[in-house]
Nanobody
């Protein structure tokens, strides 16, 4: 069983940046696809970004709403996945969750506890 722990959330002004981290323990991230999701108040949880490198080629996917502003990356040695968020907007305010899955990262089985991101206008 993997444990995923997010950190790096906080309050930032519109146009600012934050970097979220997701530290995994219990198993290596090398063998799983990793992703980020978010849930804003009163809304359903939505996909933000994902990364899968297990075939030797790194595939990254982004929601249209964050494309060009957010970047997902990983450090296998630290067993950690990151989400660099630039040009933040008030609509990016949400709880951000790290997730992993062996088969379908869009329907992940493993979740972190979430980290709050608030963007003020």
């Amino acid at each position: 069983q993997v444990q995923l722990v997010e950190s790096g959330g906080g309050l930032v002004q519109a146009g600012g940046s934050l970097r979220l981290s997701c530290a995994a323990s219990g198993r290596s991230i090398s063998y799983y696809a990793m992703g980020w999701f978010r849930q804003a108040p009163g809304k359903e949880r939505e996909f933000v970004a994902s990364m899968d490198w297990r075939t030797g080629y790194t595939y990254t996917y982004y929601a249209d709403s964050v494309k060009g502003r957010f970047t997902i990356s990983r450090d296998n040695a630290k067993n950690t996945v990151y989400l660099q968020m630039n040009s933040l907007k008030p609509e990016d305010t949400a709880v951000y969750y790290c997730a992993s899955d062996f088969n379908n990262i869009r329907a992940p089985k493993d979740w972190g506890q979430g980290t709050q991101v608030a963007v003020s206008s």
